[in-house]
């Protein structure tokens, strides 16, 4: 009871004040009888309140829900619900001992509960990292009507969350692919040149069908205009390669690199998936780490998210030569490699084009890094001094050797795509789409 019992500084104040008649008194003694009143009405009160405030042994209860798994870089919800058993309105303070990857010292709510009513208390959390986060106690402190002693109520709420890669972001590109209504997030409506050579199906000619597709003998059967449905290859195999090299770790609003791609992968083999094609993963570093064959049976989105929440790097260099050496050995089909990377330099680049060159022999390799937002600023703006214009001098010829890598890819007949982080998904899923429609695959 002792480490629950706190005196509230309104009881320090009025001690205070009596301290200060005290000492006036040794000049003039008539007041000290106001003193001890003072004080003698202060522990009554303290008394009382101590009596109020300790009157029932639950008279908090509280319990906090959340998931067993947070989405990163996503506002995640966590509910608390607070129950007021006293018979009197309690002001409380509520510190919830958050994870400690968010680094929230100063975490404090403050709630004033009726009398035997419930509150509830919401709030958000973002995480930037994937792995485990462990919520701990829930800690509150309830003051006494007279507002002179607070009580602290601990209630074990332990309780072990995992970060996932962007699941929200997934679900959301989801109902979209399924409603068919993907430009909503930006993902361009693409013309189709042709149709690929997958029948589905013999229709009535509706208004806007191509008048190429007509079927004569259907329509001399029917005496009425039928048309050859046609839709996209199906059953096509796509992986995504994520590099967790070194320069997979560079930071961009809070979230590596890699981070971004483990998204972007997660959302566009989803999307892959709801049009009937087979999606894997394949991460690799120094050695391959993770394969995970293509397919498009139901649990498959379950273990690529499995696969992708425990990606961890080690800061080494990536063996591209090794890369192609499994895929050439493991991949017999021709399919669609999605790369994500990242290339600072174009010698970075030469350096591995060997490698590169052949995966693209055998499949269709799409090349995916990053723009550098940071130095790009740096170009755009104004500079007055000298070492500002020596800055943005550096900082555009950077800039400048990332559009020669796109041209080097492109003169080697690799597809690529230089973004943004923020702007990884939509564009990735744009390539992904326009590769479909143009029967690249």
Known sequence: MI?????????????????????????????????????????ISIFVDVILVYSKKSGIKADRIVGDRFSISDDNKVLINLKNNFSFPVQVSIIDEIPVQFQGRKWIKRAKIKS?????????????????YVFDNINIFAHGPLQLVKRRFIINARHIVKVYPSYIQMRRYQLLAVSNRLQEAGVKRIRKIGHSMEFEQIKEYVRGDDYRTINWKATARKDALMVNNYTDERSQQIYCLINKGRVMKMPFSGISLLDYAINASLVLSNIALVRQDKAGIITFEKNLDTFLLADKKPMQMNLILENLYRQKTDYLEADFEKLFSVIRNRVTNRSLFILFTNFESLASLQREMSALKKIAKYHLLLVVFFENTELKKLAEGKSTSVEGIYIKTIAEKFAYEKRLMVKELHKNGIPSILTTPENLTVNTINKYLELKTRMSI
């Open 116 to 132: 035997e009513t419930q509150y509830e208390l919401n709030y958000t959390l973002k995480p930037l990292t994937r792995g485990e």
């Open 3 to 43: 480490k629950s019992f706190f005196i509230n500084n309104i009881a320090y104040y009025i001690a205070g004040t009596a301290s200060v008649v005290f000492a006036i008194s040794f000049f003039q003694p008539v007041i000290f009888q106001i003193g001890v009143l003072i004080l003698l009405l202060l522990g």
